[in-house]
């Protein structure tokens, strides 16, 4: 059993130095990442000041650079702070604050109920936005993460965008939940995204990866995945229903393409699962639909050994009673006569009949047609439960390989 979470703190009441400068820079109306990134600028420069007493060669400074993300046009296009504004949102933070050696942004516990825009943000260190909630879209398109980002156990209520932002470190999404949109859509593949959403929670719509090229390390462990839209019968709502089914055909064919890159097959296996469903749901009325719907239930879309094993026996168990219940007035046929026939009948490499006597037999053909007609459904229906029993296997195997 995980710990409690500690009580999320407003923002607006909070005495933590990093959110004053979140909210001090979303008051810009027209760039809100400006005031960040100028900032994150003067805190990189500090940083790099204290290079200078140790003689370091070009390619150590380089590398320290690199590290901290001042190699990158992002850091480069940033526009410093003026001199008012530096020293404003430098009293957000105690005196003795030694801004040489602030390694990581912590903004962890706390509950923002307005919107949040970081579009083109900065983040040289660290960030950390561990059980946060944010009450309010948040915008964090074309941000560049260039250490780790971390929000663990965070809550976005509404829609948060994540297009072309860039994560050098693989970003933690553990036990987020989603509660609407959630965008990862990136216009280049020159580098391969990161993140893993272990427990994550999207309630209403599947992510959007479009433009992404999965690294090895993205994970999706124990993720719960949104419902699949169903439709009502109602034409007012039948053309939102359609586009939301063909939105989601889309995400998650894009993401098996993906798992099936990196080599995990069990992403690979669900989105397929979850794909078949939505055109099962996104069919017009007709036969197809009916035979859709039927590979669903009775499989689960090819997924499941269980169902059809089930199946199976509950098939064979009702034909068992019913012959049995026949055979409890013939003395020539006993239960383990109709156990033989009819597992036989269902299962014919079984030769169950050659156990069975000359005259036991003849009882059994002057059984009702009733009887009759229930063993040759279970005959026919017997070998294609046992087809789906072994495409699932065959996956099954083919994945722990």
């Known amino acids: 059993m995980s710990d409690p979470k500690p009580d999320r703190i ?4 909070s005495d933590n130095p990093w959110v004053k400068l979140i909210l001090w820079s979303n008051e810009d109306p027209l760039r809100p990442a400006n005031r960040w990134n100028g900032f994150m600028k003067y805190l990189a ?18 590398g320290f650079m690199k590290d901290w993300g001042t190699d990158s046009a ?27 050696n602030q390694l990581c942004t912590t903004i962890e516990n706390h509950s923002f109920s307005n919107g949040l825009y970081f579009r083109g943000a900065f983040f040289a260190r660290p960030i950390s936005f561990e059980n946060c909630c944010f009450e309010r879209p948040v915008n964090f398109y074309g941000a560049s993460f260039n250490s780790a980002a971390i929000f663990s156990d965070s809550t976005f209520s509404k829609e948060v965008n994540f ?12 036990r987020v939940t989603f509660c609407r949109e959630v965008n990862f859509y990136r216009q280049q593949t020159d580098n391969n995204f990161a993140a893993i959403f272990r427990k994550a929670i999207f309630k209403t719509m599947t992510p959007r990866f479009h433009g992404q090229k999965f690294h090895p ?3 999706f462990q124990c993720v719960t995945w949104p ?16 586009h939301a089914l063909l939105d989601e055909i889309a995400c998650y064919e894009y993401i098996r393409t993906q798992a099936e890159n990196i080599g995990q097959l069990e992403l690979r296996k669900e989105m397929i699962r979850r794909e078949l469903a939505c055109r099962a749901e996104l069919a017009e009325p007709s036969f197809e639909r009916l035979l859709r719907k039927a590979y669903g239930w009775i499989c689960d879309h090819g997924t499941s050994i269980v169902r059809p094993a089930l199946a199976l026996l509950c098939i064979w168990g009702f034909t068992f009673l019913a012959w ?3 055979a409890a007035q013939e003395a020539a046929v006993t239960t383990w006569d109709v156990l033989y026939h009819t597992g036989g009948r269902m299962l014919p490499f079984v030769g169950g009949h050659a156990y069975v006597e000359e005259h036991t037999l003849k009882a059994l053909r002057a059984a009702p047609h009733v009887l009759h007609f229930l063993s040759a459904m279970a005959a026919i229906l017997s070998p294609l439960l046992l087809f789906l029993m072994a495409l699932a296997l065959r996956l099954k195997f083919r994945m722990s390989v």
């Open 45 to 62: 420069e500090e940083s790099l000041s204290t290079l200078e007493p140790l003689n370091l060669t070009d390619e150590q400074r380089l």
């Open 74 to 100: 992002e850091f480069k296009r940033t526009l410093p702070l003026s001199g008012d504004e530096l020293e404003h949102a430098k009293n957000f933070f105690p005196n003795e604050t030694d801004f040489r």
């Open 227 to 242: 419902k699949i839209p169903k439709r009502n019968g109602h034409k007012k709502t039948e053309d939102t229903i359609e």
């Open 217 to 219: 390390g993205c994970m």
């Open 10 to 13: 407003l923002a607006e009441e």
């Open 324 to 326: 049995r219940g026949w």
């Open 163 to 174: 297009a072309d932002a860039q994560f050098r470190v693989a970003a933690l999404f553990d």
